[in-house]
């Protein structure tokens, strides 16, 4: 298998328990290794007191982005560490993008820079994460080992 299609494969199969993820109403709209574009748009429940998008659900589209492009490699990745910076507020039918880039990726640890921008390409957040290898494989390939 290719790259390519081993972080098509994983995302595919991520997917299918990522029930947070779905239930936010997220797609992932692009995959490669070390990489990802997730959508979500802001309804009418993901609304704070101040009438924006809670900070809450800008970083779990971040997160989202953030695991799939650092599963992307076919390793399984979690989160060490992730921050977020918020530059602007996002509202109610605002789609957001998130966009996951692979910064480093040394032995088991990775750095991920994610935008979160809005429809109209205005920058919302942006986030980094720490991500960690731990043992096993998302799916199996034809050569079994991961690659």
């Not at 490669?32 to 997730?38: L, T």
């Not at 998302?138 to 079994?144: F, K, L, M, N, V």
Request: net charge neutral; charged share 20%; hydrophobic share 40%.
């Amino acid at each position: 298998m290719t790259g390519q299609e081993i972080a098509e494969a994983v995302v595919s199969e991520m997917w299918r328990s990522d029930l947070a993820s779905q239930k936010l109403g997220m797609r992932v709209t692009k995959i490669a290794p070390g990489y990802a574009q997730v959508e979500m748009t802001v309804s009418g429940d993901m609304v704070n007191g101040h009438s924006t998008c809670h900070g809450g659900f800008v970083f779990c589209l971040a997160d989202s982005a953030f695991a799939f492009a650092c599963n992307s490699h076919n390793a399984r990745t979690v989160a060490a560490s992730c921050s977020i910076e918020f530059l602007a507020p996002a509202y109610a039918g605002d789609r957001l993008v998130a966009e996951a880039k692979e910064t480093a990726l040394r032995s088991r640890t990775g750095i991920y820079d994610v935008t979160v921008a809005n429809q109209n390409g205005d920058r919302v957040a942006f986030f980094r994460g720490r991500s960690h290898r731990v043992k096993g494989d998302i799916i199996q390939t034809s050569a079994g080992d991961g690659s």
